[in-house]
């Protein structure tokens, strides 16, 4: 291992640095550039894991306490040709706060956390950009008001990352993603120019022939998703909404995964409002618990959030799997008990053998799992919920409350144990998409087709709409050493986009594309390219805003 230990930055453009935010808040010193190394991108995580360190660390961190020192930091990195990665609170998962280049600077706006005003009459509240998601919830419960916003990451993300990022919270088919939430933002430009898209009328963009305060939400859906690519985002106005008095969740198991979507698409398209839906596919269903009787629902226990599953959920599934498929082929006890005792071992190569465990896990005439839950004020959910109910009963069991429950018990735990496969030498890495309806199971075949000599994958289905929805694939692989595992990691995600394209996809629905998607945005917007620079040339003449990311 070896790694640079003196930052870049020449020690002229640090003083400037500090004469800007302060001595404390500029930090060049070794641990304090790795920490900054990666963010969550599982690409990052294998590195580091593997002792391949500082691949990607910025010359400095910079904390800014204000509005006034961003403005000032940008036209100091237009002056010096420094580049600027804006960085909210790390929770990424496609290297979009990674630095490409060792004179780049990480600007950390956590110093900037304030919720700033909450407004019960008006449902309005505006926010600095470093709050973290589940403390800014907090103090919206406490009034009796919630943003409607609850990412798997609530716990380490920033409200600055899901509006850069066009996040998405499980109950998006209530609440929507964080482009319907948000009404106007403050932002400072590549020109280093504070721009407040709610708009006033001395707006600099009046100097080019663009009238801002005619078309102020137009600039705030181009800065949303821009992934510091344009701007830095310095306080946003979102909409709120009343915490929910009622929360109505229930499970339904269905025979196979097209009446699971054919269900939930009928759902939707008759206007029911649920605020979570997740359709788990047959292999994801087995960990959940979904194969229990009816009658027997108590026990279910469906998984959490499943950003990733834990390994030992995974061999846990796959140790279901393997008992499953040797009492379908008539195993006597003592052979059974003999596939038991070998099965540990087995396990352990079994995430080698990608292919084989896909093959096997479609084979399974197993049911999927849905997890459907109604939010809201009055007895106009338990209209709707029962409406639903009826719905669904149609294409499948209601399983009760109980896995419903224990859903939203466990809906923010599971994310944070991949650790533990990343140190046993495996990746885990999720790959989010969308598409129309009549796409959805092609979809989710072609990708699971593509990777499947590769990875060992499963899918949920979420953030659904009237016309489509989101398929959430989890992947985990691994390989002989360091270099195997990477090049295995990258082959899964090129085949993976590349199917999603070749099948009219869409490459992301809600992590947004960072560096790790960047080469693959053209397939989304064929006049993206062209479009993007020509935004570049407006907001960032000079290319020092997150440089690489988005489009590569
Ligand atoms: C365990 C886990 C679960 C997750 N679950 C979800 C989920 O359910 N839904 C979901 O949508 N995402 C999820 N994510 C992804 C991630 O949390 C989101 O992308 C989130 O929006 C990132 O917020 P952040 O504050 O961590 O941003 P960062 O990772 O710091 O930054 C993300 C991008 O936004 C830019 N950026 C950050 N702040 C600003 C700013 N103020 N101005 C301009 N640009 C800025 C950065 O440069 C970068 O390009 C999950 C991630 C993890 C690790």
């Not at 800007?20 to 963010?39: C, F, Q, S």
């Not at 002056?79 to 960085?87: E, K, M, Q, V």
Request: aromatic share 8%.
């Amino acid at each position: 291992m070896s790694v640079h230990p003196a930052s870049p930055l020449p020690p002229a453009l640090r003083r400037d640095l500090e004469a800007i935010v302060g001595r404390p808040w500029v930090r060049t010193a070794l641990p304090d550039r790795l920490a900054y190394d990666n963010d969550c991108w599982p690409r990052g995580i294998i590195l580091t894991r593997g002792r391949r360190l500082g691949v990607h660390q910025p010359s400095a961190v910079v904390q800014p306490k204000d509005e006034a020192e961003i403005v000032e930091l940008v036209a100091w990195a237009r002056a010096t040709g420094t580049p600027i990665i804006p960085f909210g609170a790390g929770s990424g998962v496609c290297g979009g706060t990674v630095a490409l280049d060792e004179h780049a600077i990480v600007v950390d706006l956590k110093r900037l956390d304030a919720l700033l005003e909450a407004d019960p009459q008006t449902l309005l509240m505006r926010a600095q950009p470093g709050l973290i998601g589940m403390n800014m919830e907090r103090e919206l419960n406490a009034r009796g008001l919630t943003l409607g916003h609850f990412p798997s990451s609530l716990y380490c993300s920033s409200v600055g990352g899901y509006l850069a990022a066009r996040s998405a919270g499980q109950c998006s088919s209530l609440y929507g993603k964080i482009e319907d939430m948000v009404v106007s933002m403050r932002v400072v430009d590549g020109r280093a120019r504070l721009i407040d898209t709610a708009a006033s009328p001395t707006h600099p963009w009046l100097e080019e022939g663009l009238a801002a305060q005619d078309h102020p939400a137009q600039i705030t859906e181009l800065m949303v998703g821009s992934e510091g690519t344009l701007g830095l985002i310095t306080e946003a106005t979102l909409r709120l909404q009343p915490r929910p008095t009622r929360q109505l969740y229930r499970g339904f198991e269905f025979p196979s995964l097209k009446l699971a979507l054919d269900a939930v698409r009928e759902m939707m398209q008759q206007g029911l409002r649920p605020a979570v839906v997740r359709v788990y596919d047959e292999f994801d269903s087995l960990i959940s618990g979904s194969r229990r009787r009816r009658g027997r629902s108590s026990g279910l226990s469906p998984r959490g959030d499943a950003h990733a599953p834990s390994p030992g959920a995974l061999l846990r599934g796959l140790g279901k799997l393997a008992s499953k498929k040797a009492r379908e082929l008539g195993l006597a006890a003592p052979v059974e008990r003999l596939v038991d005792r070998a099965q540990r071992e087995l396990l352990g190569r079994a995430v080698g053998q990608p292919l084989l465990i896909n093959r096997v896990a479609e084979s399974l005439p197993a049911g999927c799992l849905l997890i459907v839950g109604f939010e809201g004020q009055n007895a106009l959910i338990d209209e709707e919920a029962a409406y639903a109910r009826s719905l669904l009963e149609r294409y499948g069991v209601d399983l009760g409350e109980a896995p419903g429950r224990h859903w939203l018990q466990n809906r923010f735990s599971v994310s944070y144990k991949q650790s533990p496969m990343f140190d046993a030498g495996t990746f885990v890495d999720t790959m989010e998409v969308s598409t129309t309806w009549e796409n959805v199971l092609p979809l989710y075949q072609a990708v699971r087709r593509a990777v499947e000599h590769e990875v060992f994958i499963m899918a949920h289905f979420s953030h659904v709409y009237a016309e489509g929805c989101s398929i959430y694939f989890t992947f985990a692989g691994f390989g002989a050493d360091l270099d195997d595992t990477l090049a295995t990691y990258e082959r899964t995600w090129e085949q993976g986009l590349e199917a999603v394209a070749a099948q009219g996809g869409s490459i992301a629905h809600h992590h947004g594309v960072g560096y790790s998607k960047a080469a693959f945005t053209r397939h989304d917007h064929p006049g993206g390219p062209a479009l993007f620079a020509d935004l570049k040339a407006r907001f960032d003449p000079d290319g020092i805003l997150n440089p690489s990311k988005v489009y590569r």
